[in-house]
Nanobody
Framework: QVQLVESGGGLVQPGGSLRLSCAVS????????MGWYRQAPGKQRELVAA???????NHADSVTGRFTISRDNAKNAVYLQMNSLKPEDTAVYYC???????????????WGQGTQVTVSS
């Protein structure tokens, strides 16, 4: 089975930085689009950033210029570098994997357990 394990969350002051890591096991990492989502209490889970197997990225407007997603296929890992953190970035951050090149209407979607990020003075 595919397993995703996040790490790197914690407490940081506004303006600080964190780097989240997601380790993937149980499948061929290079065939997945990887993403980071976050969910604050009482709110819907939202996409933060995603990266395809080929390295194409997109980032939510709210984090563009501050966060950067990257991947290392040799290490079966995806990262989220978070700079200039704001209190509104506080959330549980989840790693996500979606199998690429599936027929339209077919989706395989996997999630990690999440890691808490708290931005506060």
């Amino acid at each position: 089975q595919v397993q995703l394990v996040e790490s790197g969350g914690g407490l940081v002051q506004p303006g600080g930085s964190l780097r989240l890591s997601c380790a993937v096991s149980g499948s061929i990492f290079s065939i997945y689009t990887m993403g980071w989502y976050r969910q604050a209490p009482g709110k819907q889970r939202e996409l933060v950033a995603a990266i395809t197997s080929g390295g194409s990225t997109n980032h939510a407007d709210s984090v563009t210029g501050r966060f950067t997603i990257s991947r290392d296929n040799a290490k079966n890992a995806v990262y989220l570098q978070m700079n200039s953190l704001k209190p509104e970035d506080t959330a549980v951050y989840y790693c996500n994997a979606v199998r690429e090149k599936m027929r339209i209407g077919v989706r395989f979607d996997y999630w990690g357990q999440g890691t808490q990020v708290t931005v506060s003075s």
